[in-house]
Protein backbone atom coordinates (compact mmCIF):
# COMPACT_ATOMS: atom_id res chain seq x y z
CA UNK A 1 0.00 0.00 0.00
CA UNK A 2 1.52 3.48 -0.96
CA UNK A 3 1.20 6.61 1.64
CA UNK A 4 -1.59 8.12 -0.61
CA UNK A 5 -3.54 4.91 -0.46
CA UNK A 6 -2.89 4.40 3.19
CA UNK A 7 -3.23 8.45 3.89
CA UNK A 8 -6.83 8.65 2.15
CA UNK A 9 -8.06 5.65 3.94
CA UNK A 10 -7.24 7.12 7.24
CA UNK A 11 -9.28 10.47 6.37
CA UNK A 12 -12.09 8.27 7.82
CA UNK A 13 -10.70 7.57 10.86
CA UNK A 14 -10.31 11.12 11.29
CA UNK A 15 -13.65 11.91 9.98
CA UNK A 16 -14.93 9.47 12.72
CA UNK A 17 -13.01 11.21 15.47
CA UNK A 18 -9.99 9.01 15.48
CA UNK A 19 -6.32 10.25 14.73
CA UNK A 20 -4.07 8.93 11.90
CA UNK A 21 -0.72 8.98 12.73
CA UNK A 22 2.57 7.64 10.70
CA UNK A 23 6.14 7.50 11.40
CA UNK A 24 8.44 9.48 9.76
CA UNK A 25 12.43 9.03 8.54
CA UNK A 26 14.99 10.93 10.06
CA UNK A 27 16.52 12.14 6.73
CA UNK A 28 15.49 15.31 4.40
CA UNK A 29 12.90 13.39 2.64
CA UNK A 30 10.57 13.59 5.53
CA UNK A 31 9.28 16.84 4.46
CA UNK A 32 8.43 16.06 1.22
CA UNK A 33 6.59 12.55 3.29
CA UNK A 34 4.83 14.73 5.59
CA UNK A 35 3.56 16.97 2.87
CA UNK A 36 2.00 13.95 0.95
CA UNK A 37 0.52 12.17 3.65
CA UNK A 38 -1.28 15.54 4.58
CA UNK A 39 -2.44 16.22 1.36
CA UNK A 40 -3.62 12.75 0.87
CA UNK A 41 -6.12 13.24 4.30
CA UNK A 42 -7.04 16.71 2.50
CA UNK A 43 -7.97 14.93 -0.44
CA UNK A 44 -9.94 12.19 1.52
CA UNK A 45 -11.78 14.64 3.60
CA UNK A 46 -12.63 16.65 0.53
CA UNK A 47 -10.94 19.98 1.68
CA UNK A 48 -11.19 22.79 -0.31
CA UNK A 49 -8.30 23.66 -2.27
CA UNK A 50 -7.08 26.69 -0.11
CA UNK A 51 -7.56 25.00 2.69
CA UNK A 52 -5.58 21.23 1.88
CA UNK A 53 -3.09 23.60 0.51
CA UNK A 54 -2.53 25.47 3.77
CA UNK A 55 -2.16 22.36 6.05
CA UNK A 56 -0.05 20.56 3.63
CA UNK A 57 2.15 24.09 3.73
CA UNK A 58 1.69 24.71 7.34
CA UNK A 59 2.44 20.85 8.13
CA UNK A 60 5.49 20.56 5.87
CA UNK A 61 7.29 23.94 7.56
CA UNK A 62 6.97 21.92 10.82
CA UNK A 63 8.26 18.96 9.33
CA UNK A 64 11.17 21.08 8.47
CA UNK A 65 11.54 22.21 11.26
CA UNK A 66 12.26 19.42 12.84
CA UNK A 67 14.65 18.61 9.57
CA UNK A 68 16.92 21.67 10.91
CA UNK A 69 16.45 22.56 14.62
CA UNK A 70 14.54 19.43 16.30
CA UNK A 71 15.47 15.36 16.61
CA UNK A 72 16.46 13.85 19.59
CA UNK A 73 17.27 10.30 21.10
CA UNK A 74 15.81 7.08 18.96
CA UNK A 75 15.45 4.02 20.39
CA UNK A 76 17.68 1.67 17.95
CA UNK A 77 17.60 -2.13 17.80
CA UNK A 78 19.73 -4.93 15.73
CA UNK A 79 20.80 -1.15 14.12
CA UNK A 80 17.52 -0.15 13.26
CA UNK A 81 15.07 2.51 15.08
CA UNK A 82 12.22 1.15 16.64
CA UNK A 83 10.82 4.25 18.75
CA UNK A 84 11.27 8.37 18.82
CA UNK A 85 11.17 8.88 15.35
CA UNK A 86 9.44 11.74 14.22
CA UNK A 87 5.74 11.54 13.22
CA UNK A 88 2.72 13.34 11.92
CA UNK A 89 -0.90 13.25 13.38
CA UNK A 90 -3.95 14.34 11.66
CA UNK A 91 -7.18 14.53 14.14
CA UNK A 92 -10.39 16.99 14.34
CA UNK A 93 -11.42 18.59 17.53
CA UNK A 94 -14.16 21.43 18.51
CA UNK A 95 -17.67 21.90 17.52
CA UNK A 96 -18.10 25.54 16.45
CA UNK A 97 -16.02 25.63 14.72
CA UNK A 98 -14.59 22.45 13.88
CA UNK A 99 -11.02 22.61 13.70
CA UNK A 100 -8.20 20.03 11.81
CA UNK A 101 -5.56 19.77 13.61
CA UNK A 102 -2.06 19.32 12.12
CA UNK A 103 1.21 18.02 14.62
CA UNK A 104 4.80 16.76 13.64
CA UNK A 105 6.40 15.56 17.19
CA UNK A 106 9.84 15.18 17.35
CA UNK A 107 11.91 14.01 20.49
CA UNK A 108 14.27 17.01 20.51
CA UNK A 109 15.38 18.50 23.57
CA UNK A 110 12.31 20.75 25.10
CA UNK A 111 12.93 24.84 25.57
CA UNK A 112 10.73 27.20 26.79
CA UNK A 113 11.35 29.13 24.41
CA UNK A 114 9.92 26.98 22.04
CA UNK A 115 6.67 28.64 21.39
CA UNK A 116 8.88 31.85 20.19
CA UNK A 117 8.70 32.31 16.12
CA UNK A 118 12.10 33.24 15.29
CA UNK A 119 12.93 36.27 12.48
CA UNK A 120 13.55 34.71 9.52
CA UNK A 121 14.17 36.71 6.13
CA UNK A 122 11.76 35.93 2.92
CA UNK A 123 12.67 32.42 2.02
CA UNK A 124 12.50 31.72 -1.53
CA UNK A 125 9.18 30.46 -2.86
CA UNK A 126 10.57 26.87 -4.88
CA UNK A 127 12.93 26.03 -1.15
CA UNK A 128 12.12 23.28 0.59
CA UNK A 129 12.54 24.42 3.86
CA UNK A 130 13.36 27.74 5.66
CA UNK A 131 10.43 29.50 5.99
CA UNK A 132 10.36 28.13 9.63
CA UNK A 133 7.42 28.84 11.83
CA UNK A 134 6.82 32.42 10.96
CA UNK A 135 4.91 31.28 8.09
CA UNK A 136 2.96 28.74 10.53
CA UNK A 137 2.25 31.30 12.77
CA UNK A 138 0.96 33.29 9.30
CA UNK A 139 -1.18 30.68 8.11
CA UNK A 140 -2.77 30.67 11.47
CA UNK A 141 -3.77 34.42 11.68
CA UNK A 142 -4.85 34.17 8.37
CA UNK A 143 -7.51 31.66 8.47
CA UNK A 144 -8.31 32.45 11.99
CA UNK A 145 -6.58 29.33 13.34
CA UNK A 146 -4.48 28.34 15.84
CA UNK A 147 -0.50 26.95 16.58
CA UNK A 148 1.58 26.37 19.37
CA UNK A 149 3.76 23.31 21.06
CA UNK A 150 3.37 21.54 23.85
CA UNK A 151 5.13 18.48 25.53
CA UNK A 152 3.55 14.91 24.36
CA UNK A 153 4.71 11.54 23.98
CA UNK A 154 5.12 9.46 20.95
CA UNK A 155 1.73 7.46 19.44
CA UNK A 156 3.86 5.05 17.68
CA UNK A 157 6.92 2.61 17.91
CA UNK A 158 8.17 -0.18 19.79
CA UNK A 159 7.80 2.35 22.97
CA UNK A 160 6.30 5.60 24.19
CA UNK A 161 8.84 8.80 24.12
CA UNK A 162 8.32 12.12 25.42
CA UNK A 163 9.19 14.67 23.17
CA UNK A 164 7.62 18.09 22.06
CA UNK A 165 4.16 17.93 19.46
CA UNK A 166 4.17 21.11 17.60
CA UNK A 167 0.84 22.50 15.65
CA UNK A 168 -1.06 23.89 13.53
CA UNK A 169 -4.99 24.20 13.66
CA UNK A 170 -7.33 25.23 10.85
CA UNK A 171 -11.17 25.94 10.94
CA UNK A 172 -13.34 23.53 8.77
CA UNK A 173 -15.84 25.25 6.73
CA UNK A 174 -19.34 23.91 7.53
CA UNK A 175 -20.67 20.53 6.54
CA UNK A 176 -16.55 19.05 5.69
CA UNK A 177 -15.98 16.25 8.20
CA UNK A 178 -19.19 15.09 8.63
CA UNK A 179 -19.32 12.95 12.01
CA UNK A 180 -21.37 9.58 12.29
CA UNK A 181 -20.82 9.31 16.13
CA UNK A 182 -24.37 7.27 17.07
CA UNK A 183 -25.27 7.99 20.94
CA UNK A 184 -22.58 10.10 23.46
CA UNK A 185 -20.67 7.59 26.03
CA UNK A 186 -22.13 7.65 29.24
CA UNK A 187 -19.51 9.55 31.81
CA UNK A 188 -17.91 6.49 33.08
CA UNK A 189 -17.45 5.20 29.65
CA UNK A 190 -16.09 8.25 29.00
CA UNK A 191 -13.69 8.18 31.65
CA UNK A 192 -12.57 4.54 30.55
CA UNK A 193 -11.81 5.75 26.96
CA UNK A 194 -9.72 8.97 27.92
CA UNK A 195 -8.12 6.57 30.26
CA UNK A 196 -7.08 4.21 27.06
CA UNK A 197 -5.90 7.28 25.24
CA UNK A 198 -3.48 7.79 28.03
CA UNK A 199 -2.51 4.29 28.68
CA UNK A 200 -1.61 3.45 25.23
CA UNK A 201 0.79 6.66 24.62
CA UNK A 202 2.41 5.90 28.20
CA UNK A 203 0.66 7.73 30.53
CA UNK A 204 -1.00 5.08 32.36
CA UNK A 205 0.64 4.47 35.69
CA UNK A 206 -0.89 5.92 38.36
CA UNK A 207 -4.42 6.85 37.11
CA UNK A 208 -7.49 5.99 39.72
CA UNK A 209 -11.04 5.52 38.03
CA UNK A 210 -14.22 6.21 40.12
CA UNK A 211 -17.92 6.77 38.60
CA UNK A 212 -21.73 7.23 40.01
CA UNK A 213 -24.72 7.20 38.11
CA UNK A 214 -24.08 10.86 37.16
CA UNK A 215 -20.59 11.54 36.45
CA UNK A 216 -17.28 10.11 36.62
CA UNK A 217 -13.53 10.89 37.37
CA UNK A 218 -9.81 10.14 36.35
CA UNK A 219 -7.51 10.85 39.01
CA UNK A 220 -3.98 11.56 37.13
CA UNK A 221 -0.51 11.85 38.31
CA UNK A 222 0.67 15.80 38.46
CA UNK A 223 -2.22 16.69 40.94
CA UNK A 224 -4.56 16.36 38.22
CA UNK A 225 -8.36 14.94 38.19
CA UNK A 226 -10.66 14.76 35.34
CA UNK A 227 -14.36 15.25 35.91
CA UNK A 228 -17.00 13.55 33.26
CA UNK A 229 -20.28 14.82 32.98
CA UNK A 230 -23.39 17.09 31.13
CA UNK A 231 -21.09 15.57 27.63
CA UNK A 232 -18.02 16.81 28.39
CA UNK A 233 -14.76 16.12 30.21
CA UNK A 234 -13.76 19.01 32.61
CA UNK A 235 -10.59 19.41 35.03
CA UNK A 236 -8.13 22.68 36.16
CA UNK A 237 -4.54 22.72 35.75
CA UNK A 238 -1.88 25.67 35.57
CA UNK A 239 -3.74 27.37 32.81
CA UNK A 240 -7.45 27.73 34.29
CA UNK A 241 -10.10 25.68 33.85
CA UNK A 242 -10.33 23.27 30.87
CA UNK A 243 -13.43 21.44 28.95
CA UNK A 244 -13.49 19.28 26.43
CA UNK A 245 -16.68 17.24 24.71
CA UNK A 246 -16.43 13.69 24.62
CA UNK A 247 -16.01 13.25 21.16
CA UNK A 248 -12.65 15.47 21.31
CA UNK A 249 -11.06 12.24 23.34
CA UNK A 250 -8.28 12.56 21.38
CA UNK A 251 -7.56 16.26 22.46
CA UNK A 252 -8.56 15.96 25.34
CA UNK A 253 -5.55 13.01 26.05
CA UNK A 254 -3.18 15.56 24.41
CA UNK A 255 -4.01 18.33 26.48
CA UNK A 256 -3.18 16.11 29.89
CA UNK A 257 0.04 14.78 28.46
CA UNK A 258 1.06 17.97 27.89
CA UNK A 259 1.05 18.25 31.98
CA UNK A 260 2.01 14.83 32.43
CA UNK A 261 5.01 14.14 29.80
CA UNK A 262 8.67 14.46 31.08
CA UNK A 263 10.40 17.00 29.09
CA UNK A 264 12.64 15.12 26.79
CA UNK A 265 16.54 15.14 26.94
CA UNK A 266 19.56 14.39 24.92
Known sequence: MTDRDDATGKAGAVRAGGCAAWELGLDEVLVARTRRLVGSVATGLRLPDGLAGDLVLGA????????LHGGGPVVVEDGRPVAGLPEVWVYARGTAPRELVVTVFDTGEWA???????????????AEHGRGLQIVAGLAAGAGGRWGRHLSRSRLGRCR????????????????LMDPRGRPPSPADAIEQLAGHLTTRGAGAGLIRGSNRVEALLSCPAGLTVWARYGAYRWEDANGLRQCPYADVVDAAEHLLAVMAPPPRR
Open 161 to 176: VPGTASWLALPLPAGV
Open 60 to 67: SELAANVW
Open 112 to 126: ETTTDVPAIGVPDPE
